[in-house]
Nanobody, 130 residues
C-alpha cells in the first residue's frame, strides 16, 4: 500500500512563501504521477499542480497558481515538493498530496483534473493572512 504524508504547511502573509513536502512509505513515488490538491471550507477539492514520473517529466498547474507555484520531485529522497511563492489569501486551504492509482492518470493534466482513483495523504493546512 502507498501511504503519503504532507508537511510544511503553516501561516504566511500575503506575498510570502511556503514549501510543502510529500513523502511516501510502503512504496516509492518515482513510479507514480503525483500531485497537490487543495480544499477550502465549503468548496470542492481542486487540483493545484501535478508532475509525471520522469526526471524531465511533464507538469501541470492550475491557472490560479501559474507563475507562483512550482512542483518538483527528488527521487533520491522519495519526496515531491510544492514551492508556493507570492501567496494570496485565496490560497488558504488544506493541501493534500496525491498519487495516481491507475495508468490513465499518468499524464499530469489527467491526474490534476480528477479526484478519483487517488491515493491521498492526510493534508496540511496553509493559511495566508495578514
Amino acid at each position: 500500500q502507498l501511504q503519503l504524508e504532507e508537511s510544511g504547511g503553516g501561516l504566511a502573509q500575503p506575498g510570502g512563501s511556503l514549501r510543502l513536502a510529500c513523502v511516501s512509505s510502503g512504496s516509492t513515488l518515482m513510479y507514480y504521477t503525483v500531485g497537490w490538491f487543495r480544499q477550502a471550507p465549503g468548496k470542492e477539492r481542486e487540483g493545484v499542480s501535478c508532475i509525471s514520473t520522469t526526471v524531465d517529466g511533464q507538469t501541470y498547474y492550475a491557472d490560479s497558481v501559474k507563475g507562483r507555484f512550482t512542483i518538483s520531485r527528488d527521487n533520491a529522497e522519495n519526496t515531491v515538493y510544492l514551492q508556493m511563492d507570492s501567496l494570496k489569501p485565496e490560497d488558504t486551504a488544506v493541501y493534500y498530496c496525491a498519487a495516481g492509482s491507475v495508468p490513465i492518470l499518468a499524464r499530469p493534466e489527467a491526474m490534476c483534473t480528477t479526484t478519483e482513483d487517488h491515493f491521498w495523504g492526510q493534508g496540511t493546512q496553509v493559511t495566508v493572512s495578514s
